[in-house]
């Protein structure tokens, strides 16, 4: 499952929201991705297309699904 | 509404040419109006114009550090404050480094253009400010362990609200700065040069009409565009991996950091794949994701055609993965502040050296890629008021297919000028003692890589607060086809009465030998900077004998690396160098070069 998410912080809430893919930052909206039991964040369809097609064979579980490495 | 009538390309070139060079002219009011060194003689800004759409559509090639970072911080700051929120002379100010910014340090501004009360898009700049608050004076803790030690951090907010300053806004900010006159100078600096740019769109709208002007923005992307997969067509399809090292952070000693690459050419389109980088570091040496975009960008624009007009067309068939919470994404609390000055160049050397396996004649060998960062301040004995300086130094960069390197040159991120000795010295309480090109600091080749720099400055106020954030000290740049390193850089200290240099954890206890912060030193006491030298390109023994005698004459090679590296005998008669043709040929055929 994939929609549009707005992003809608308290004003206290200083995080900044990333693109799982290409890490970039997410303004406003994002897109929400359903996969395996994970919630993912997206830019776009594009992202959402490169983190199938590229990122997942490429690295998978082995980086926790993102490459976020907190 | 939008003409759909395509712009006949002597227009177009007219038109491309008119918006860069309003972006020019915006750099030199600049230049012209601020009060830091930074700004009027560093030149360490950009000048952008956007359309509507939030596009860019013209820069100007002041700091290419910053190439990245402006795309984002406009094009985030827009859709964050929202379209429907700008009025006419708005001004909107930031300096996030987790929203597209660089690092602390630079300042964006941004301002709406409406003509005829239709909004035609958005100018803007962004700069290196030398004083932002913080735990360290000029804004560079080297030591910081989290963004709140590196000055006064502001999200988007507006300075000017239609055309009348904001002054809580101008009050907060300045009181939180060391030197608020310097900032309220090079604020407006960066402010009058949004008015040129202003006024210079509305003469270009009013001559050639308001959808003629958004028309030929767009074609001009496209154009970029297209060139720019014409020339990733020229790359053959592969995937190339290469790798290098920061040395370390600032805080934990002895942990190296790395920066890792894959860079996947298929066809028109190119991908640039940062996954198997190093988590963020504790220390400053992070990069945000504006630096590594303006790293990735810097690096292609360096191997493709300089007349490419620079707009965001070009950046269209480019792809980053670059994760957050890595050293080439940091996330937020990290520190950041030496990810924009000292590590960008090292990503750019990354990208050259995974482009050395497709494209070699197009790339560099590894530059010394410091900036020397050398950050210091206190009171001015002369004017009992407080000043900071954020003071660079140039290294050499790496030997290419077409010739040796650039020597003590602002690495490639920064394209700044260095400050003359007489400015230095005039505005600061400092004695230059020594300053200086570093003999056989090139790493040898057939093209040589270029030279770095020492400097050796005396202490003349009774106190001064330094710090510095270099890298390139335990290894140097390498080389590429067998070239040789380049030689490491140093940063030294020798206390008044002592009689040799010693690092500053030495004499300091830092955690790092060169990345420190608020460190006072004493009047008498001598700094010396030495920067990395660039790497080699080819094997030194296909150097032209006439190059190297010309290297021993210029001081950039010894008689005896000559000799031993380059297999060519010199002899020194009547004050001159010249080939000792025999012995060198004896020397080489010994040697088995042809």
Sequence with gaps: MAQWEPIS?????????????CGKMLVRRLWRVEYDGKSLK?????????WFDYWLPRYGEAHGFTGNKD | MQTEKPIDSVTLTI????????????????????YSSIFNEGLDFSCVIFDRDGEMVAYAEFCPAQI??????????????GLENFKPGDVVMHNDPYRGGCHMPEHTVIQAVYHNGELYGFIGNIAHVTEIGGKAVGGFAADAKEVYQEGLRLPPVKIIREGEPVEDIWKIILENHRTPRTSWGDFHAMLGSLNVAERRLHQLLDRYGFDEILTAGKQLMDYSETRMRAEIRDIPNGEYQFDDWIENDGVVPDKRYRINCTVIVRDEDILFDYTDSSPQARGPCNCTYGVTASATFNAMLNITDQTIPRNSGCYRPIQLIVPPGTVVNVKHPG???????????????????????????????????????????????STDQYYANYHIDGCGWGGKATGDGNHTQCPINGNCRNTPVEVFETRYPWLTKTYRIVEDSGGHG?????????????????????????DRHETGAWGLFGGQEGASGAVRIRKNGDDRWRTFSEVYGTASPNKFADIQIQAGDEVRIVSPGGGGYGPPENREPSEVLDDVREGLVSPKEAQEVYAVTLVREAGDWRVDEGATADLRRERGIS
């Design chain 2, 335 to 381: 520190p950041s502040v030496g990810g924009n000055s000292e590590i960008h160049e090292r990503i750019v050397d990354v990208l050259f050296g995974c482009l050395s396996y497709a494209v070699p004649e197009r790339v560099a060998a590894a530059a010394g890629a410091s900036a020397c960062n050398f950050l210091f301040g206190g009171m001015h004995p």
């Design chain 2, 15 to 34: 038109i491309n040419n008119y918006l860069v060079n309003t972006c020019r002219e915006m750099g030199l009011a600049m230049m012209k109006t601020s």
């Design chain 1, 9 to 21: 912080d308290a004003l206290y809430a200083t995080q900044i929201h990333h693109c799982d893919l």
């Design chain 1, 42 to 50: 997206f830019c776009d369809e594009r992202c959402e297309g490169t």
């Design chain 2, 446 to 470: 057939q093209h040589r890589g270029g030279c770095g720099s020492e400097r050796v400055i005396e202490a003349l106020a009774p106190e001064i607060t330094v710090s510095s954030f270099m």
């Design chain 2, 68 to 81: 990245g970072a402006i795309l984002y911080t406009m094009q985030w700051t827009i859709a964050e404050i």
